[in-house]
């Protein structure tokens, strides 16, 4: 079964560091684009970043410079380091896989970070 | 960076009915769009992309229309497990960005 799942969320002080993980089991991560999206509870999605199949990343202005995308291939898991934490980092965040063709088609349940003193 | 607005918040409908979502892009993105279900508790499932290109295993009745800046999602015949919340996402550059999301509730 393809899946998704993610760990390592919690609660961290404002300022604090944070690193979440995505085990991904069915197929093989980094032949994949994958993706972290995050969610406010009752709010819509935002995306957070992205390491592209051939190791390139990206991400949005929010978090450039305080979050990092990376892979173990070994693992067959994807990883967010977050660092600089601010309390508009509290969102459930998603581990989800880049589609072969388009659209993010597999979706992690999501783990929970709580920035708040 | 590209806006996404969904309309409208909030659709009451009753089951057998349709329902039409809209979703608008602040310039064009091509057809570069996708459309994802999300139900309460649960992730988001992938239903659309290319605008009008069903997912896999998603039944006939949800169908996306657009291209350029106005794109349609509907749902016709709505059975009890479409109420839920939808999300419009464009990746025609980066960042890719989803709209605010519409629920769509039993009248």
């Known amino acids: 079964e393809v899946q998704l799942v993610e760990s390592g969320g919690g609660l961290v002080q404002p300022g604090g560091s944070l690193r979440l993980s995505c085990a991904a089991s069915?197929?093989?991560?980094?032949?994949?684009?994958m993706h972290w999206v995050r969610q406010v509870t009752g709010k819509g999605l935002e995306w957070v970043s992205t390491?592209?199949?051939?190791?390139?990343?990206h991400y949005p202005g929010s978090v450039k410079g305080r979050f990092t995308i990376s892979r173990e291939n070994a693992k067959n898991s994807l990883y967010l380091q977050m660092n600089s934490l601010r309390a508009g980092d509290t969102a459930v965040y998603h581990c989800v896989r880049g589609a072969d063709v388009d659209g993010f088609d597999i979706w992690g349940q999501g783990t929970t970070v709580t920035v708040s003193s | 960076e590209i806006v996404m607005t969904q309309s409208p918040a909030t659709l009451s409908v009753s089951p057998g009915e349709s329902a039409t979502l809209s979703c608008r892009a602040s310039?064009?993105?091509?057809?570069?769009l996708a459309w994802y279900q999300q139900k309460p508790g649960q992730a988001p499932s992938l239903l659309i992309y290319g605008a009008s290109t069903r997912a896999t295993g998603i039944p006939a009745r949800f169908s996306g229309s657009g291209s350029g800046t106005e794109f349609t999602l509907t749902i016709s015949s709505l059975q009890s497990e479409d109420f839920a919340v939808y999300h419009c996402?464009?990746?025609?550059?980066?960042?890719?960005?989803f709209g605010q999301g519409t629920k769509v509730e039993i009248k």
């Open positions: 390491i592209g199949s051939l190791g390139d990343s």
């Open positions: 996402q464009h990746y025609n550059n980066w960042p890719p960005r």
């Open positions: 310039q064009s993105v091509g057809s570069n």
């Open positions: 069915g197929f093989t991560l980094s032949r994949y684009d």
